[in-house]
C-alpha cells in the first residue's frame, strides 16, 4: 500500500475490489460443492449469492480497514 496512514488512494480500492472478487469466486465455487455435490442445477444460487455478497462486503470493508492502518513503510499505526 502506497497510501499515508488514515489516508486511502485509488490503489488501496482496486486492492480492496480484487480482494473482494478473488473472495466471491471462492465463496461460490465452495457453495456449489458443498451443497449440491457439484450438481449446477440442483444449486440453491439464492443462498449461495447471498452468502457471496455478504462475504464480499466484509471483504471489502476490512481491506480498506486493514489500508487505514498501515502507512506506506508497511508499518502497522507507523510504529510496528
Known sequence: MNSDLFRLNSRDFIT???NAAFAAIIITLY???TA???DL???NWFAIGKTAINAVFI???SSLGAALGIDSKGKVL???
Open 78 to 80: 507507523g510504529a510496528i
Open 41 to 43: 442445477f440442483s444449486a
Open 16 to 18: 480492496a475490489l480484487a
Open 59 to 61: 471483504v471489502f470493508i
Open 36 to 38: 449440491s455435490g457439484f
Open 31 to 33: 457453495g456449489v460443492v
